[in-house]
């Protein structure tokens, strides 16, 4: 990746929260790929997957449907190594870093902008 810090700060600051949210969740996944590689990656993205149809099923009603998954995301969770498991705690971690990040930025953009008009 060739993008200074100056070139990326200067791409988020004319996008949307949105357009924000995916420039970071890519560039934290380039560093990820790079640091746990690719196999881990896909196990992390499993658990995510796991995690938010969990999620989703218990928000539509579907209790069944949401305790199977949650039963296999801990299982999933179980099996990992300790190095494995702190690798996962970090990279979730990060991830919502970036994003609240992300948000209180545009939070912060908005409110000067709709209120002080800069």
């Avoid at 200074?4 to 004319?14: L, N, R």
Wanted: one cysteine or more.
């Amino acid at each position: 990746m060739t993008d200074t810090t100056d070139d990326i700060a200067e791409e988020i600051s004319f996008q949307s929260f949105e357009d924000d949210f995916k420039l970071l969740g890519n560039l934290l996944n380039n560093v990820l790929q790079r640091e746990v590689g690719a196999q881990f990656m896909a196990k992390i993205e499993r658990i995510r997957l796991l995690a938010l149809s969990a999620s989703n099923m218990r928000l539509s009603g579907i209790e069944n449907m949401a305790a199977l998954l949650e039963k296999q995301l801990a299982s999933e969770i179980s099996e990992m190594t300790l190095e494995e498991a702190l690798k996962l705690a970090r990279a979730f971690s990060h991830y919502l870093t970036l994003m609240g990040i992300a948000e209180t930025y545009h939070r912060k953009t908005f409110w000067n902008h709709c209120c002080f008009g800069y």
